[in-house]
């Protein structure tokens, strides 16, 4: 897939060639030496396990996804395994990753790839899947079948951005369609999938290295603090409705438990409140039911 836009020519004559041959010497330099040759979804070309790595790294930190990533495979190894789930299975293997939307949508795109595609990925990129984007869609198509893909993320803009962007320092507001005729040009004539593994890693040895630059993308969303936020108690529901359904006066009693720091009326209805934003938001997408005044996983 590409999104070279018409302008590309123009575009192009603004960027120092030179300079994009001292870019790839620069980031496979650090990638031979210090690339994360280990990670478990660079060892295997399955387009399963490498969609289900996809999903579980969208705003989430590799750390924290090894283990999960493991673990969600052991219990759900194939496609059609996690098609035939249960989702309040899902969400409990799911449980500590935060953003529990995306265990739903990946197992809606699995159901969808076994009902629509007998269990066919590849077939299935050809058409809207559940949760995957622009960018998912080409992460599965360049690591699984490493085929050339324009991919665009957080650590793949830091990248570019730092080496090509790094002296105009009155440019604060850096849309995607200037990087992309840039990581076109950049991406010609490499092995996409070692190509995109060693721009990820540059990328995050970047901001290891606090070279913090993505606010100046103009796609930059800053996250919320995640203490006192409605993402977490909407995690600590789902993690309180695993194994039982419960009414929202003992949901709200067992999760108070857990945040002893939440006293005097005013903060209980503040929290209160979280609450019922919280139950709101999960049965709009999907993740909760109500049945009878009781709450459960759908």
Same mark, same amino acid.
Do not use: C
């Given at each position: 897939?590409?999104?070279?836009?018409?302008?590309?020519?123009?575009?192009?004559?603004?960027?120092?060639?030179?300079?994009?041959?001292?870019?790839?010497?620069?980031?496979?330099?650090?990638?031979?030496? =210090?690339?994360?040759?280990?990670?478990?979804? +660079? &060892? *295997?070309?399955?387009?399963? %396990?490498? @969609?289900?790595?996809?999903?579980?790294?969208?705003?989430?930190?590799?750390?924290?996804?090894?283990?999960?990533?493991?673990?969600?495979?052991?219990?759900?190894?194939?496609?059609?395994?996690?098609?035939?789930?249960?989702?309040?299975?899902?969400?409990?293997?799911?449980?500590?990753?935060?953003?529990?939307?995306?265990?739903?949508?990946?197992?809606?795109?699995?159901?969808?790839?076994?009902?629509?595609?007998?269990?066919?990925?590849?077939?299935?990129?050809?058409?809207?899947?559940?949760?995957?984007?622009?960018?998912?869609?080409?992460?599965?198509?360049?690591?699984?079948?490493?085929?050339?893909?324009?991919?665009?993320?957080?650590?793949?803009?830091?990248?570019?951005? =730092?080496?090509?962007?790094?002296?105009?320092? +009155? &440019? *604060?507001?850096?849309?995607? %369609?200037? @990087?992309?005729?840039?990581?076109?040009?950049?991406?010609?004539?490499?092995?996409?999938?070692?190509?995109?593994?060693?721009?990820?890693?540059?990328?995050?040895?970047?901001?290891?290295?606090?070279?913090?630059?993505?606010?100046?993308?103009?796609?930059?969303?800053?996250?919320?603090?995640?203490?006192?936020?409605?993402?977490?108690?909407?995690?600590?529901?789902?993690?309180?409705?695993?194994?039982?359904?419960?009414?929202?006066?003992?949901?709200?009693?067992?999760?108070?438990?857990?945040?002893?720091?939440?006293?005097?009326?005013?903060?209980?209805?503040?929290?209160?409140?979280?609450?019922?934003?919280?139950?709101?938001?999960?049965?709009?997408?999907?993740?909760?039911?109500?049945?009878?005044?009781?709450?459960?996983?759908?």
């Amino acid at each position: 897939m590409s999104f070279m836009s018409t302008k590309k020519t123009r575009r192009l004559r603004k960027i120092n060639l030179p300079s994009v041959s001292e870019f790839r010497r620069k980031v496979y330099a650090y990638y031979r030496t =210090h690339g994360r040759h280990d990670l478990l979804w +660079r &060892k *295997t070309h399955d387009p399963y %396990r490498i @969609l289900v790595s996809e999903v579980m790294l969208q705003q989430t930190q590799v750390p924290r996804v090894i283990e999960k990533y493991k673990e969600f495979l052991k219990r759900f190894p194939t496609v059609r395994a996690l098609a035939k789930a249960r989702l309040a299975e899902v969400l409990k293997i799911w449980s500590g990753l935060g953003y529990n939307r995306r265990a739903k949508y990946l197992h809606d795109a699995a159901k969808q790839v076994v009902a629509d595609y007998r269990g066919n990925i590849k077939e299935a990129l050809a058409h809207p899947l559940p949760g995957v984007g622009p960018y998912t869609f080409a992460a599965v198509r360049v690591f699984a079948y490493n085929e050339t893909h324009t991919m665009i993320e957080t650590n793949i803009r830091a990248a570019f951005i =730092h080496f090509f962007y790094a002296s105009v320092l +009155r &440019k *604060t507001s850096i849309a995607d %369609r200037e @990087l992309i005729p840039i990581i076109e040009k950049a991406a010609e004539g490499q092995d996409p999938r070692t190509w995109h593994w060693a721009l990820m890693d540059y990328g995050a040895y970047l901001k290891k290295s606090g070279i913090r630059n993505n606010h100046r993308s103009a796609h930059y969303v800053k996250q919320s603090k995640f203490e006192g936020s409605l993402r977490q108690v909407r995690g600590a529901i789902l993690r309180e409705l695993h194994s039982s359904q419960l009414a929202e006066k003992a949901l709200m009693k067992m999760i108070m438990k857990q945040n002893p720091t939440i006293y005097g009326r005013k903060e209980i209805m503040i929290y209160q409140n979280k609450l019922n934003q919280a139950l709101m938001g999960l049965e709009r997408d999907g993740l909760l039911v109500k049945e009878k005044g009781s709450w459960r996983i759908a």
